[in-house]
């Protein structure tokens, strides 16, 4: 079974496990797992209100992360305010004891500076990532968790590709119209790695992660 850990377009498949990714407020909630989250672009003016909701979701079963959260210094509003409400996801997904699905635009220092500075004991995953592998072996390093998605079908990430640990990673396929088993049918040919492998890894790697049985 292919693992889709983030996307904003779940396809209706059976073969797959589609983890949508709920932006509270601008989101609804229509099938678990998901993860829900307060995206740094769309922090309410109201935030006190929108964190709320988030702590109703977040209390579910079958909601099972904190995210996508985190920085863009590309986007949103000033770095002060997406600093607040990132920190603030992070005090909560340590509280329930649920991973952090992260979103990081250019921001990878402060990021990792919040994640250390509030002492994170939960499992941290960088979403989307597509950089370069000494970025991805520093991350690697602080025992984070990697998910590459549609970036890496344009061949620029070979290096990383090549060197990532199996067990540090996910695929999906975030806010493009791509297909999943096309994410892993590329990552498998780059990798030359057997696709049962691959998946095998990829579901262990989630139901630690998540702590969700399939
Ligand atoms: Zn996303």
Redesign the pocket.
């Known amino acids: 079974m292919y693992i889709n850990i983030?996307t904003?377009h779940p396809y209706a498949d059976s073969k797959h496990l589609e983890i949508p990714?709920v932006i509270v407020s601008k989101d609804y909630l229509t099938q678990t797992p998901c993860c829900a989250g307060i995206h740094p672009w769309y922090i309410d003016e109201n935030f006190e209100k929108q964190f709320e909701a988030l702590k109703i979701y977040v209390a579910k079963e079958g909601v099972i992360a904190v995210g996508?959260c985190g920085l863009d210094k590309m986007n949103g509003p000033s770095l002060e305010r997406q600093t607040m409400a990132f920190e603030r996801q992070i005090e909560l997904a340590i509280e329930v004891q649920k991973p952090l699905v992260i979103?990081c635009v250019r921001s990878y220092s402060e990021v990792l500076t919040s994640l250390m500075r509030l002492k994170t004991d939960v499992p941290v995953v960088f979403?989307?990532f597509a950089k370069n592998w000494e970025l991805a072996k520093s991350l690697l390093h602080h025992g984070y968790y990697l998910s590459l998605g549609p970036l890496i079908l344009k061949g620029q990430h070979e290096e990383l590709v090549q060197n990532i640990p199996l067990d540090r990673l996910f695929l999906e396929t975030?806010?493009k119209q791509v297909k999943i088993s096309d994410i892993y049918a590329y990552f498998c040919h780059a990798r030359k790695v057997d696709k049962k492998e691959l998946e095998e890894q990829i579901t262990k790697n989630f139901t630690e992660v998540f702590n969700y049985s399939l």
Request: no cysteine; charged share 35%; aromatic share 0%.
């Open positions: 983030h904003h990714n996508e979103h979403h989307g975030d806010d």
